[in-house]
């Protein structure tokens, strides 16, 4: 028996990266998965079919209240109902570093509109159907670099730090519907974005590498795990709380 069998979960940024690595591993514990992203996520939706599972893309911008309000439609009319949403897309790999005196204030704004107003959008839209049904499971993505205060990314650090206090402010809001909310800040992990960038150069993984108690490089499987445990019910009564993954850099 697989642990997620009849449930239904939305995957937001999971046409690539560690989205996809979220939404595969859900399927395989038998969720139906909703692909969310404003990029082309056929493929990851196409490989969980070919793999027997159930899969919809919905192509959807999460910091658009309609988008995320018709995602969410599509999802009730194709499966019925929504039980885990993941709060993943962000705007970070594109993001050009540098010294936060160079960040225009478009640019910190647009971060905060996707990183921050989209992860509530999202929670705002399921938040309806799971109340109502009396449960549900809200997982969001946040970063290590949060607690690192990491330089010269200023706007995406200040909307992962924000992603944490909403975390906890959703987690006391929606207890009383029997609705968990929890975060995963993962460490650097070489996904399709970061592997793209050459911000991220060979000297910088490595530096953060040795950071980490375990030192290798983080996979984006390396946090599917801690993704199906906060949507498992073994995870019942754990609501409000950011799990670091991340080889053991921060710890908390
Ligand atoms: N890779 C890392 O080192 C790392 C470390 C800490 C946290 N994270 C977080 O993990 C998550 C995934 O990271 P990744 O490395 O796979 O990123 P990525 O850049 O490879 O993928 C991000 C995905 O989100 C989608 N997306 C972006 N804006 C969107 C929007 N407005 N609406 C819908 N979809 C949108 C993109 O199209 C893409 O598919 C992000 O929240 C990121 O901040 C990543």
């Not at 445990?229 to 019942?236: C, H, I, T």
């Amino acid at each position: 028996m697989t642990r997620l069998a009849n449930k239904v979960a939305i995957v937001t940024g999971a046409a690539q990266g560690i989205g996809a690595a979220f939404a595969h591993g859900l399927a395989k514990e038998g969720a139906k998965i909703v692909v969310a992203d404003w990029g082309d996520g056929t493929e990851t939706a196409n490989s969980i079919i070919r793999a027997n599972g159930a899969a919809l893309y919905v192509k959807t911008d999460v910091s658009s209240a309609s988008d995320v309000k018709a995602m969410v439609a599509a999802t009730l009319d194709k499966f019925g109902s929504v039980d885990i949403l993941v709060n993943n897309a962000a705007i970070f790999s594109k993001i050009k570093a540098r010294h936060f005196t160079q960040i225009s204030s478009e640019e910190f704004d647009q971060v905060m509109a996707v990183n921050v107003r989209g992860t509530f959008e999202c929670a705002k839209a399921v938040s309806e159907t799971m109340m109502k049904q009396g449960h549900g499971k809200i997982i969001n993505i946040s970063s290590g670099t949060a607690f690192k205060g990491s330089p010269n990314l200023m706007h995406y650090v200040t909307s992962k730090g924000a992603v944490i206090a909403l975390t906890r402010c959703l987690a006391r809001e929606l207890g009383d519907y029997n609705v968990t909310v929890n975060a995963i800040a993962p460490g650097l992990t070489m996904s399709d974005g970061v592997l793209s960038q050459p911000d991220f150069s060979e000297a910088y993984i490595e530096s953060n590498l040795n950071a980490r108690a375990l030192k290798r490089r983080q996979m984006p499987s390396d946090l599917v795990g801690a993704c199906v445990f906060l949507a498992s019910p073994e995870s019942d009564f754990i609501t409000g709380q950011t799990i670091a993954v991340d080889g053991g850099n921060v710890m908390h």
